[in-house]
């Protein structure tokens, strides 16, 4: 399941819900800007139900202005299986960000991961790209449409 909001929606509430069964595997890719006053929130739900089931659910968003992100996905492992989840963010001015993952093992042969960051545009990326000719914006815009890609 790929889920995209690209700015222009004041306020949105997301909610996934996905039960997998033997060998069955749910993927979640969720790409997310937000500006001004927006606000989002995502919440997820994988019950890793069946024997060699996987979940893997990959997010990435920007924040910026006076905007705020809530991010709480939350993977269960009731059996032998494997899942991923993966939650990276740029901030910006005086945005708001707040991830809040759950990983809950019910079983010894569960292995459940998660990766989270925030954080700024790296100063040297945007003075790379402006060596090369564009402004600071340009950079900016450059280095989030790739982010979000």
Do not use: W
């Not at 569960?110 to 545009?121: D, P, S, T, V």
Request: glycine share 10%; aromatic share 4%.
């Amino acid at each position: 399941m790929d889920t995209a909001q690209i700015g222009g929606i004041d306020d949105t509430k997301r909610y996934t819900k996905f039960v997998c069964g033997a060998g069955a595997e749910a993927v979640i890719t969720e790409r997310l800007m937000t500006d001004g006053d927006q606000k989002a929130t995502s919440e997820m739900d994988i019950i890793l139900d069946g024997e060699d089931s996987k979940g893997r659910v990959i997010s990435r968003s920007v924040a910026k202005g006076n905007s705020s992100q809530l991010f709480y996905p939350r993977m269960t492992g009731n059996t032998k299986c494997f899942g991923h989840v993966q939650c990276d963010s740029i901030i910006m001015g005086s945005a708001k960000i707040r991830s809040i993952p759950e990983i809950a093992a019910n079983s010894t042969e569960a292995q459940l991961i998660h990766e989270a960051a925030i954080g700024k545009i790296a100063g040297d990326q945007l003075l790379k790209l402006e060596t090369l000719g564009l402004t600071e914006e340009e950079a900016e815009d450059r280095i989030l449409k790739g982010f979000l890609a």
